[in-house]
């Protein structure tokens, strides 16, 4: 177990819908990272978080979007969606203080859209 | 430059045998190299990890050799076990720049072990 939480596990939804994947840090993570996974795209950095700002932008979608908040938990909406977003959508977090500390994955949120 | 290019994409092995799985990078920026390791349904766990100032790195079973100068890098798994059996990820990072620590990814190597 890595202490990282996400949910929902799984989501189901339309093209056109809006949801929210939610991430819990590790116990101290200060930092947040968001990823995709997919078969022709691999693993994606989207974003990432730094007690509550953000910090580093990777080819994330203007449709997706982010936030981390006073308790350091981090939400990613993701809005208009098309069939190309199904994904795994992850987290990590890492401690964030320090040059390139480990980052600890959750079990992530597989999104399918219809 | 950002790349990480992976291989090979698969690998079967047999039970104590000695898998090795290949990483190149481009970005010589980039100054911290971990490997994971991806079960189905799970997400990357992080295995071993190397910096630059080391050429190899050991821990229980899983080695790193690092060769600055051809900006490569490979995974060994002495005696490998059919629990090893996963999908394996090596990644490179900077923590310089507007970089703050993402990871770059490789494409992945499907490891199976055959008892």
């Known amino acids: 177990d890595s202490g990282v939480t996400q949910t929902p596990k799984h989501l189901i939804t339309a093209t056109g819908q809006r949801v929210t994947l939610r991430c819990s840090p590790r116990?101290?993570?200060?930092?947040v990272y968001w990823y995709q996974q997919s078969l022709d795209q691999g693993l994606q950095f989207l974003i990432q978080?730094?007690?509550?700002?953000?910090?580093a932008k990777g080819n994330i979608l203007e449709r997706f979007s982010a936030q981390q908040f006073p308790d350091l938990h981090s939400e990613l909406n993701l809005s208009s969606l098309e069939l190309g977003d199904s994904a795994l959508y992850f987290c990590?977090?890492?401690?964030?203080?320090?040059?390139?500390?480990?980052?600890?994955f959750g079990d992530g949120t597989r999104l399918s859209i219809l | 430059q950002q790349q990480v290019k992976q291989s090979p994409q698969s690998l079967i092995v047999q039970k104590g045998g000695i898998p090795i799985i290949n990483c190149a990078y481009e970005?010589?920026?980039?100054?911290?190299f971990p490997w994971y390791q991806q079960f189905p349904g799970k997400g990357p766990a992080l295995l071993i990890a190397?910096?630059?100032?080391?050429s190899e790195k050991k821990e229980g079973r899983f080695t790193i050799s690092f060769n600055k100068s051809a900006k490569q890098f490979s995974l060994h798994i002495m005696d490998s076990q059919p629990g090893d059996s996963a999908t394996y990820f090596c990644?490179?990072?900077?923590?310089?720049?507007?970089?703050?620590?993402?990871?770059?990814f490789g494409q992945g190597t499907i490891l199976t072990v055959h008892p």
């Open positions: 978080y730094y007690n509550g700002e953000e910090r």
């Open positions: 116990s101290g993570d200060l930092s």
């Open positions: 970005n010589t920026a980039f100054d911290y």
């Open positions: 990644a490179a990072s900077s923590a310089g720049g507007t970089s703050y620590g993402k990871l770059t």
């Open positions: 190397i910096r630059p100032d080391v």
């Open positions: 990590a977090s890492s401690s964030g203080r320090g040059r390139n500390q480990p980052q600890h």
